[in-house]
């Protein structure tokens, strides 16, 4: 448990149009009027803090669109309102949450204060990098809700170093490790109530950082922006942990060498939509990429790392400059490999799904995700009898478990709010 300050109870003060919330470190972060564009959103009423020893969730928000949920909070007996969902048929999608964090700062100087606000529309130049040039980058990952009211987050410091990996490559400053972290905790912290129920689904944080000054030369951005939002989410397939069918792609291409493709920047995934609208118009859930060079060595399907089993070796293409280093895929590795299985990071021909006994996806929006069957040259090859892998279902418990709190976590990736 954090010993910070808690975002106990946040009432209307209407003395004031500033006010501020307590980071997960005492740090004061400041709650401003968003920028938007449609005001709806914005609740002119500021809010004001009370201190607990410890965290716990805050109290009631004129929303008329809350349910009462009784949870066994670490500090406090307290009733956490929970926003008014279907939570058993609640899909992935975005749905508008309360509050976003936003920090700003210039080309060549540091990310130093951050801001919570009302969650809305931003403003943005027309001339910004972003839009011009697509210079920006994002993250993903999750909270989850045990049985007992805490809240865990699964790694977010690896989701960090990704960040500043990609934001070297992109020309961008990026927040220090602590600074993510804290602004990911703050946030969840203040959407406390869109968090699911304990196996209902998650909250799903989306970190961006982006050039948001104005440019008109290619160049970098003047400015840059820190921003988080989340959306509370269920299964990424509606087909949930049942086997995908996936077709080979042979002309279009995801990355190549020299390139993006093993930061998560914005472009890397508007390049993959064309090929992966007309998988799905064949009824196809995804695509699979071939590289560039020798079109024959599997890289990534559009927004997972993929995996192929054989026996007791699970072989999945290397991170070599060309594939997204994705932090389930090096999660999963390492309970693979502590459960006993051999995993081989290497060069993994197309033919060697001919022969697999097994295929499945990661990401941290699927998890794990078994594969059914996958086109190649208008062949179809199917994996057992019903899709879910013998090896796919053993991972995916494990993990799962792992980050919904309801085995020991051993690995230490778990930070608990």
């Not at 109290?59 to 349910?67: Q, R």
């Not at 130049?125 to 805490?150: I, M, T, W």
């Not at 280093?325 to 999963?332: F, L, Q, V």
Request: charged share 20%; aromatic share 8%; proline share 6%.
């Amino acid at each position: 448990m954090e010993s910070g300050a808690v975002f106990a109870g946040l009432h209307p003060n209407p003395q004031t149009h500033h006010h501020l919330l307590l980071g997960p470190l005492r740090s004061a972060i400041k709650i401003l009027p968003p920028a938007f564009t449609e005001r709806r959103l914005f609740s002119p009423q500021p809010l004001q803090l009370h201190k607990q020893s410890q965290f716990s969730s805050f109290s009631k928000f004129n929303d008329n669109n809350v349910n009462t949920l009784q949870v066994a909070s670490p500090a406090s007996n307290v009733a956490v309102e929970s926003a008014d969902i279907d939570w058993d048929n609640l899909g992935f999608g975005f749905r508008p949450t309360d509050y976003m964090y936003m920090m700003k700062c210039s080309q060549g100087e540091s990310f130093i204060k951050g801001e919570l606000q009302r969650f809305g529309n931003i403003e943005l130049s027309p001339y910004s990098g972003v839009l011009n040039y697509g210079q920006g980058l994002f993250e993903g990952l999750k909270a989850y809700r045990k049985h007992d009211g805490k809240i865990l987050l699964f790694r977010p410091e690896e989701n960090a170093l990704r960040l500043k990996m990609g934001a070297e490559r992109m020309c961008m400053p990026c927040p220090t490790v602590e600074q993510f972290v804290e602004a990911v905790k703050a946030t969840v912290l203040n959407n406390e109530r869109w968090i699911p129920p304990p196996g209902k689904g998650s909250l799903y944080i989306r970190p961006l950082l982006m050039g948001s000054g104005a440019v008109l030369g290619l160049a970098p951005a003047p400015e840059y922006t820190f921003l988080i939002y989340v959306s509370p989410v269920g299964n990424y397939f509606k087909e949930g942990l049942a086997p995908i069918n996936l077709i080979v792609e042979t002309e279009m291409h995801r990355a190549t060498p020299g390139g993006t493709g093993a930061v998560k920047t914005i472009g890397n995934y508007a390049g993959v939509l064309k090929a992966q609208s007309v998988a799905k118009a064949k009824g196809f859930s995804d695509v699979l990429y071939l590289d560039s060079t020798h079109k024959k060595y599997l890289e990534e399907v559009s927004s997972c790392n993929v995996f192929v089993v054989k026996g007791n070796v699970i072989s999945t293409p290397a991170i070599k400059g060309t594939i997204l280093p994705g932090i389930t895929r090096k999660s999963i590795i390492d309970v693979a490999r502590s459960r006993g299985f051999e995993v081989e990071e290497r060069m993994v021909a197309v033919d060697e799904l001919l022969d697999a006994d097994e295929v499945f996806c990661t990401g941290t929006a699927v998890v794990v995700s078994p594969v059914g069957s996958i086109t190649y040259l208008d062949k179809r090859v199917s994996y057992g009898s019903d899709g879910v892998g013998r090896v796919s279902q053993q991972l995916y418990s494990a993990l799962t478990s792992l980050q919904t709190g309801l085995t020991e976590d051993k690995m230490g990736w778990i930070t608990q709010l």
